[in-house]
């Protein structure tokens, strides 16, 4: 069985800020995705990443990183110099090696106050 | 650009009704999936589907039905609403099964309040 947890159900910080969502999984397929996905007040939710299991290099876009690390199990967002645009609810995700289902966390609501 | 494409935002619906969640996306995508969001718990699959006229049960799928006619169109169907349906229902699509770690890419979101 799958399981995605994302430990922290809310965190607020001040803009400009520095702020780091967690992401722990669960699975045996030695293959795998992870994601993460933003949802805005609007409802949708909107892709930001995949990483694949044999990718553990981090990734840099903007403002935002991500940090895989295969032996803990995790897949942290971070979100250097954070702006109230960036108040939503993050989903972390895995989708195993079996189809194209994901497995999500329950979320984290990030508040960002200016 | 992807597009995913809920036809109602926010219904409000009486217990007993049959209600149909409608999605439509404009991808040529295969595979289309109907989630339900709750608060602590995340999104929970009801149903997948990954060609016309062919559906797989997901983790939830006691109290609903679907409907793949098209290859764009995946409809969510209660037969006879429940209040502990209401929720928000997210529709979302993705390329052919067999090209594992494919991007989902979900809809707006349907607001369903059962009374």
């Known amino acids: 069985a799958q399981k995605v947890t994302q430990a922290q159900t809310e965190i607020s910080v001040v803009e400009k800020e520095d702020v780091t969502l967690d992401c722990v999984y669960e699975?045996?397929?030695?293959?795998?995705?992870l994601f993460w996905y933003k949802q805005p007040p609007s409802g949708e939710l909107v892709f930001l990443i995949r990483?694949?299991?044999?990718?553990?290099q981090n990734e840099i876009s903007g403002r935002y990183s991500w940090n895989f690390q295969k032996s803990t199990s995790s897949f942290n967002f971070t979100i250097t110099a954070s702006q109230v645009v960036d108040s939503a609810v993050y989903f972390c995700?895995?989708?195993?090696?079996?189809?194209?289902?994901?497995?999500f966390g329950g979320g984290t609501r990030l508040m960002v106050k200016p | 650009d992807v597009k995913v494409t809920q036809s109602s935002r926010y219904l409000v619906k009486r217990t007993g009704e049959k209600v149909f969640l409608e999605c439509v996306q404009d991808?040529?995508?295969?595979?289309m999936f109907w989630y339900r969001q709750d608060p602590g718990l995340g999104l929970r699959l009801i149903y997948f589907?990954?060609?016309?006229?062919?559906?797989e049960k997901g983790d939830i799928p006691e109290g609903y039905s679907v409907s793949r006619e098209k290859k764009e169109r995946f409809s969510l169907i209660l037969e006879s609403a429940s209040t502990n349906q209401t929720s928000m229902y997210l529709c979302?699509?993705?390329?052919?099964?067999?090209?594992?770690?494919?991007?989902?890419?979900f809809g707006e979101g349907s607001w369903l309040t059962v009374v």
């Open positions: 979302a699509s993705s390329n052919r099964v067999g090209t594992s770690g494919n991007t989902i890419y």
């Open positions: 699975t045996r397929d030695t293959t795998y995705y």
């Open positions: 990483r694949n299991s044999f990718d553990e």
């Open positions: 995700a895995l989708m195993g090696n079996a189809g194209n289902m994901l497995t």
């Open positions: 991808m040529d995508h295969e595979n």
């Open positions: 589907s990954y060609d016309v006229k062919m559906k």
